[in-house]
Nanobody
Framework: QVQLVESGGGLAQPGGSLRLSCAAS????????MGWYRQAPGKQRELIAS???????AYEDSVKGRFAISRDNAKNTVYLQMNRLRPEDTAVYYC???????????????WGQGTPVTVSS
């Protein structure tokens, strides 16, 4: 059984920073791409940052230059450093990872439980 557990959400002021973490645990053979999504009230879930196992990154335009995704392969953990936060960054943030379990023929996608981020003065 594989689990993704997120932490680090909360309340921040506009212009402030937060750092999200997402740790994968369980019977893991390998982890391919990892990413962060967010879902604001009344909106669809959207991909905002992704990172490959080779550490190549990609960002959605609205977070480029403000957010940074990174991962620690030894800890099976992905991070999202969020700087210069704006009220429109308010959302529930979810991590996602493509993980191949021990004994599995192919990888599957797993989701974290979500962590809320509120940006408000």
């Amino acid at each position: 059984q594989v689990q993704l557990v997120e932490s680090g959400g909360g309340l921040a002021q506009p212009g402030g920073s937060l750092r999200l973490s997402c740790a994968a645990s369980g019977s893991i053979f390998s982890i391919n791409d990892m990413g962060w999504y967010r879902q604001a009230p009344g909106k669809q879930r959207e991909l905002i940052a992704s990172i490959t196992s080779g550490l190549s990154t990609a960002y959605e335009d609205s977070v480029k230059g403000r957010f940074a995704i990174s991962r620690d392969n030894a800890k099976n953990t992905v991070y999202l450093q969020m700087n210069r936060l704006r009220p429109e960054d308010t959302a529930v943030y979810y991590c996602n990872a493509q993980i191949r379990e021990l004994g599995a023929r192919r990888p599957d996608f797993y989701w974290g439980q979500g962590t809320p981020v509120t940006v408000s003065s």
